[in-house]
């Protein structure tokens, strides 16, 4: 297992040292298994929000509320994301719109790394930094260390300055939390690579992103297809450089993909085991629900306490308006449970990224994804 501590890539001011120390020692010697990356990642929000438009007086006009237009239609990079005149609300610091920026914060993922609410997860904690907004802005544009990179059409200048405005109302968290992640060092070398270089904060193992994109969609990888994504990446995914993530560790972590297709090809992976189930099934069906729940791995990828994981929690969810990526909403009745139980991509929730949650076809019975929707059902 290579765990790496976020501390041991930061070239910490003297007054974090002591806390750097303490975290590389840690880092060394634990291994914890968190549950809340534990399958898959927090995905980047795909779609529609663009960034507002830039400078002062579009700020001035745009009410806190209307980042995200419900009507655009997702397109490949922005093309109003210009930064021309951000230099203005740059120079006019505390001017950024926190509201703005907490909504960018989940959409472009920067919490898959640095927390949810800025505390620190795969990356250090961002709450409270007291950093300046031109601070951001440079490391978002030319990270140190293993940040990948975000271009201005990604993420304008403008959202950098609002979500450093969000995270400076938060407050500094009292210890740091350590870089976990449940690989190992007998783990495939590209896998260990994903983990180290982050890209586990996104993608988890890759078993998802390698489904969706490659095995569905009867597309071969191959080292040139990823490196053609790491350093040129398609849509709202940040570039790597040749330092971050090198031909040869991009190789590595292609053959590592090229082992995981194989292998959902030949639909090894994500069944379910059989363990459990029929005495849960006994019980009742919201009862073998969250006995399946647990087993296919849900729960990995969906809190019931409410709390932010990689897919929308399952906690209030039944009876629910959901707000659908491409500006729809549907009603969480039964129907529409089973269908995204069944087939994931079929509809996908606002912010959160098609691809991620598996798709288990067959794996998973009509009267398995019942039991699964009456046991959400339960979780009010
Ligand atoms: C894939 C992981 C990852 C993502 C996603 C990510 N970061 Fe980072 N970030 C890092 C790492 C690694 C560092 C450097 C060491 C550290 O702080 O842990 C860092 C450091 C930073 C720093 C501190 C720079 C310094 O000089 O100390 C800022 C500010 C920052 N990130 C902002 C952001 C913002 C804003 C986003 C979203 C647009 C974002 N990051 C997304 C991994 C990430
Ligand atoms: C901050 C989130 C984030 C991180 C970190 C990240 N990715 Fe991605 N990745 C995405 C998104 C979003 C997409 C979907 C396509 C797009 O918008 O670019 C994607 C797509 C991909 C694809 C599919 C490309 C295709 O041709 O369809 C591959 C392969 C990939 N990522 C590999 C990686 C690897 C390897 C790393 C780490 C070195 C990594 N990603 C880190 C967000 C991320
Ligand atoms: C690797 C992470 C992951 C796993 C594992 C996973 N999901 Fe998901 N799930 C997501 C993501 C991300 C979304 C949101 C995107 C979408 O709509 O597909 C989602 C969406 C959903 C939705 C729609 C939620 C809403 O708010 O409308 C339901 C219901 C759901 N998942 C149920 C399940 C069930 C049941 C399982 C286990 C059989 C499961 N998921 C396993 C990631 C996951």
Redesign the pocket.
């Known amino acids: 297992m290579r765990t790496k501590s976020?501390?041991d890539?930061?070239s910490a001011t003297s007054q974090r040292r002591g806390q750097l120390l303490a975290l590389s020692l840690i880092g060394a010697a634990l291994l914890l298994v968190l549950a809340a990356c534990a399958p898959g990642g927090s995905p980047a929000a795909p779609a529609a929000e663009q960034a507002k438009p830039t400078g002062a007086a579009a700020a001035a006009t745009q009410p806190a509320t209307s980042a995200p237009a419900a009507t655009a239609v997702p397109t490949l990079l922005p093309a109003t994301a210009t930064p021309a005149k951000d230099a203005v609300v740059v120079a006019g610091q505390g001017s950024g719109d926190a509201a703005n920026g907490k909504q960018?914060?989940a959409q472009?993922?920067?919490k898959?790394?640095?927390g949810d609410n800025g505390e620190?997860k795969?990356?250090?904690p961002?709450a409270g930094?007291g950093?300046s907004a031109a601070?951001?802005i440079?490391?978002?544009r030319t990270?140190?260390?293993?940040?990948?990179a975000?271009s201005t059409a990604q993420?304008s200048d403008t959202v950098?300055t609002d979500?450093?405005a969000y995270m400076q109302t938060l407050p500094k968290p009292a210890s740091l939390t350590p870089m976990t992640t449940t690989v190992t060092a007998s783990d495939p070398a590209g896998l260990q690579l994903m983990a180290e270089?982050?890209?586990y904060?996104?993608h988890g193992n890759g078993q998802g992103l390698v489904k969706a994109r490659f095995v569905d969609q009867n597309r071969e990888i191959t080292t040139e297809v990823l490196l053609k994504q790491l350093r040129t990446p398609a849509r709202f995914m940040?570039s790597y450089s040749a330092t971050q993530v090198t031909d040869a560790q991009a190789a590595q972590i292609a053959d590592y993909m090229k082992t995981l297709a194989a292998a959902i090809k030949a639909s090894t992976p994500v069944t379910p085991t059989a363990t459990a189930a029929t005495p849960a099934a006994a019980k009742g069906q919201a009862e073998a629900g969250m006995g399946y729940a647990k087993q296919f791995g849900c729960v990995g990828c969906h809190s019931v306490d409410g709390s932010a994981m990689a897919g929308p929690t399952f906690k209030g969810l039944y009876g629910s308006n959901v707000d659908l990526e491409g500006g729809a909403s549907v009603k969480a009745d039964d129907a529409y449970l089973q269908e995204s139980i069944q087939k994931p991509n079929a509809k996908i929730v606002k912010s959160f990224f098609a691809g991620i949650m598996p798709d288990l076809g067959s794996g998973i019975s009509d009267q398995q994804a019942q039991a699964l929707v009456e046991y959400i059902k339960t979780l009010r």
């Open positions: 976020y501390g890539v930061r960018f914060w472009r993922n920067c898959g790394c640095h620190g795969f990356a250090g961002r930094d950093r601070d951001w440079k490391q978002v990270p140190r260390a293993n940040m990948p975000y993420i950098i979500m450093n270089k982050r890209c904060a996104c940040p």
